[in-house]
Structure formats: structure tokens, C-alpha cells
């Protein structure tokens, strides 16, 4: 049974262009989470989604940042026009309903 | 809105003696409580969870952890540690059973010492 799976292991982009995460929750989950870990932080909560609907985008920043989980494919994390301060580790997570949450390998985005 | 604060950054053990990883939360409404560890260049994995019943809980790699609701606090331990236990440990709260997004710790870099 594989495990939540992210997508690029690490991703380097230069200033102003676009970065896309994708995320494959694991089978049979329906319910996908995005978090933000900068360096000697914590894990920071970006998103809640379901499929084909965002439940709770409160930790999301108002530009630039979007996220999807369509009803076919990978939850996507964009971020447009990426700064300096992108810099981070990305990590998704997915669950079935009501149970703790299950976590992916991350993605490493580093901004030139 | 729910916070949680590991007051230790980093905690440096001999290999076999025991280990104590605080965490404290504040919530006004009732959480459900993690423990999740993060090795290098690696996502989380749970360590043990506490949603209801007792306030002693088992999770895998024999940790344990106590919730104590009058000093919201909910600290890990482990009686004799290994040097496959050094990581960073993350403790996480959330209003669901785990349907909501987490709040996390800092965390805590537990070191092991030979």
C-alpha cells in the first residue's frame, strides 16, 4: 500500500517563475493537507482540501499561492511569481475521514 | 484557535537512559493530540496519537505519552533510548480527530549521545 507520494523531491526555481507541488494521497483517502516548514520551524498549515473543494485555506497567504485537488489526479500546490522567501520544505498530508493524518517525503523548493 | 509549545529545542541523551519531551498546549475547545517524527530529508511519521479513553497512550518504537488535561500537557517519553531514535519530534494538536489541519510544536532535536 503505498504512501503519499510527492512530487519533485526538490524543485529550484529562479525569482518570478511558477512553482507546481503535486501531491498523490494514499488510496482510499479522501481528505489531502498542505504544510510549510521553513528552517528551524515547525510545520506550518497551508491547506485543507477534498476532492474538488477547498475546506479551510486559512493558512494560506493571499497572493500568489493556490492550491486544487481535482476529481481526477494529484492535489497541486501553486505558488506564482515565486520570492526569495518560498524557500521551504513542502509537505502534504492526506487522511480518510476522521483519522490522523498521513504524510509524504515533502518537496524541497529553493528560490535562485 | 489552538497553540502548542515544546520548551525544548534540543535534548541531549546517553543511548539507554530515559527521555522526557515536553509539550504544552493551549486550546478552547477540546483537541485530539499527536506525536509525529520527522528523521532527515524525510516527511512525518506518527508516533502515537491521544483521542479519547485513556490518558496513557502507546505508540510504536516504545514510546509512550500521558495526557494530563488539568496542565494541558501531553509529554513524550521513552525509558531507554537508541541511537535510532535521533530525529526531530513534533507534537501537533487539532480541533478533529485529525479531519482538521494540525498546529504544531517547533519541535524538539532529540540527540543521542554513545
Known amino acids: 500500500n503505498a504512501g503519499v507520494m510527492q512530487n519533485p523531491r526538490h524543485l529550484v526555481r529562479r525569482r518570478g517563475q511558477e512553482a507546481r507541488l503535486r501531491c498523490s494521497p494514499m488510496k482510499g483517502h479522501s481528505h489531502v493537507y498542505w504544510y510549510r516548514q521553513l528552517p528551524e520551524e515547525g510545520l506550518k498549515f497551508m491547506v485543507y482540501l477534498q476532492k474538488e473543494n477547498i475546506i479551510d485555506e486559512s493558512g494560506m497567504p493571499k497572493e500568489r499561492f493556490s492550491a486544487e485537488f481535482p476529481k481526477e489526479g494529484p492535489s497541486i500546490l501553486r505558488i506564482q511569481q515565486v520570492v526569495r522567501g518560498d524557500s521551504a520544505a513542502y509537505f502534504c498530508?492526506?487522511?480518510?475521514?476522521?483519522?490522523?493524518?498521513?504524510f509524504g517525503d515533502g518537496t524541497r523548493l529553493s528560490i535562485l | 484557535a489552538q497553540s502548542v509549545t515544546q520548551l525544548d529545542s534540543q535534548v541531549p541523551v546517553f543511548e539507554e537512559a530515559p527521555v522526557e519531551l515536553r509539550c504544552n498546549y493551549s486550546s478552547s475547545v477540546s483537541v485530539y493530540l499527536f506525536w509525529y517524527v520527522q528523521y532527515p530529508n524525510q516527511g512525518l511519521q506518527l508516533l502515537l496519537k491521544y483521542l479519547s479513553g485513556s490518558t496513557l497512550v502507546k505508540g510504536i518504537n516504545g514510546f509512550e505519552a500521558e495526557f494530563n488535561k488539568s496542565q494541558t500537557s501531553f509529554h513524550l517519553r521513552k525509558p531507554s533510548v537508541h541511537i535510532s531514535d535521533t530525529a526531530e519530534y513534533f507534537c501537533a494538536v487539532s480541533a478533529g480527530e485529525g479531519a482538521d489541519g494540525l498546529t504544531f510544536g517547533k519541535g524538539t532535536h532529540l540527540i543521542i549521545q554513545p
Open positions: 498530508a492526506s487522511s480518510p475521514s476522521n483519522q490522523p493524518q498521513h
